[in-house]
């Protein structure tokens, strides 16, 4: 036989008083016992794991476990007190709701202390706006299911409730099937990090700027007019977004420029990368590149692609390096071509000539004038 079943025995053969006194003690000494050994136990768990998380849910739970010693020292001790049957059941729940409310506490507890200690560490932006979501779920669940407990422990039918909580949840369900989506969509885009606070993204519609706040129900940017765009977290779990931070801040822009077919190719390459490394702007590493991408119509296509130090400095680089490109193959005598269309006009004496033959003019893309400076019909 088990030791368990021995000492009960062993109380069986007590007088009833005595019984009641070595189960009341039995129940005090437990709880002693947890309260002191739980103690020793925590400073020995806390002491080798690190953060402050571990310490608040151990301290926490720790006082209703030897509240529980002593409620279950309350509820065995009806058997030898031998009460009426109706009496006897009421103790009992009495003991289990008072149980029941503890550990509610203690959960309700728990959570709040363990979202005020994450909000409170250096963490992101992002993570303190969320962190309280889960906290006031886990708040709301706790105390659902200790009411569905407590209901049944007092023998109350809860098929109705049921019923009727079901019904109410559809009825709501559709009446907020946006805040809904919402809200799972911000616990969506948190645990895939696709964004947090700070981050420069551009959205599928084309805004572009920079994270300011995440919270339950919408992301909010600051673009780059500094106009707050506020964005619904359900549209955003579904649209495509960049996120121009990630996974490094570092951005490549690209400079793309027409060089003349009579060009030396090499001496534009060396040209365009001087003008690189004299911009203090761009990152030495990845370090500079020119790529000659096509024969267009007009000039070979050409891209100077460099990397700078954050998402919102390239307008700036661009801006830069844009005066810098035109004024470095101005000096190198780099031609930068642009289009050019050649118009042959066929008929009577067009223009006035005297021979009647045909002209040619030679027309810039924006229209102008022919070679002997006459206006062009339809340049326009």
């Known amino acids: 036989m088990t030791p368990i079943a021995d000492f009960m025995m062993w109380l069986a053969t007590l007088p009833r008083w005595q019984t009641l006194v070595v189960i009341v003690l039995a129940s005090v000494l437990a709880a002693r016992a947890v309260q002191v050994g739980g103690d020793a136990l925590i400073r020995a768990l806390t002491a080798r794991i690190e953060g402050e998380v571990d310490d608040v849910a151990l301290q926490t739970v720790h006082p209703a476990l030897y509240l529980s010693a002593l409620l279950a020292g309350a509820y065995f001790a009806r058997a030898p007190l031998a009460l009426d049957a109706a009496l006897d059941a009421d103790v009992a729940a009495v003991v289990v709701s008072a149980l029941v409310l503890v550990w509610m506490a203690t959960l309700v507890r728990l959570g709040r202390r363990v979202s005020r200690t994450i909000t409170a560490a250096e963490t992101t932006t992002a993570e303190r706006s969320v962190v309280p979501v889960f906290q006031n779920v886990w708040s709301a669940g706790v105390i659902a299911l200790s009411s569905f407990a407590l209901l049944r422990v007092w023998n109350y039918d809860v098929t109705p409730l049921l019923a009727s909580a079901g019904i109410l949840g559809i009825v709501l369900g559709f009446a907020a099937r946006d805040t ?122 050409t891209e100077l692609l460099v990397w700078v130090a954050d998402p919102v400095l390239r307008g700036r680089a661009t801006h830069l390096l844009l005066k810098a490109v035109h004024a470095g193959l101005r000096d190198a005598d780099i031609g930068i071509p642009f289009p050019q269309r050649e118009v042959h006009i066929v008929g009577d004496n067009p223009l006035g000539s005297p021979t009647g033959e045909g002209v040619t003019a030679t027309v810039d893309a924006d229209g102008g004038t022919d070679v002997a400076g006459h206006d062009v019909p339809g340049a326009d």
């Open 180 to 301: 809904i989506a919402n809200f799972f969509g911000s616990i969506a885009l948190y645990f895939d990090g696709t964004y947090k606070v700070g981050d420069y993204i551009v959205t599928e519609n084309g805004d572009r700027g920079r994270v300011e706040d995440v919270s339950i129900r919408s992301t909010t940017i600051r673009t780059r007019d500094d106009v707050l765009v506020t964005l619904p977290n359900s549209v955003l779990n579904s649209a495509r977004v960049i996120n121009e931070s990630g996974p490094k801040r570092e951005r490549r822009i690209r400079i793309p420029v027409g060089i003349a077919y009579a060009s030396d190719l090499d001496h534009v390459e060396e040209t365009l990368l001087a003008v690189a490394a004299a911009e203090s702007l761009v990152q030495e590493r990845p370090s500079p590149r020119v790529r000659f991408r096509e024969f267009g119509d007009s000039a070979i296509e």
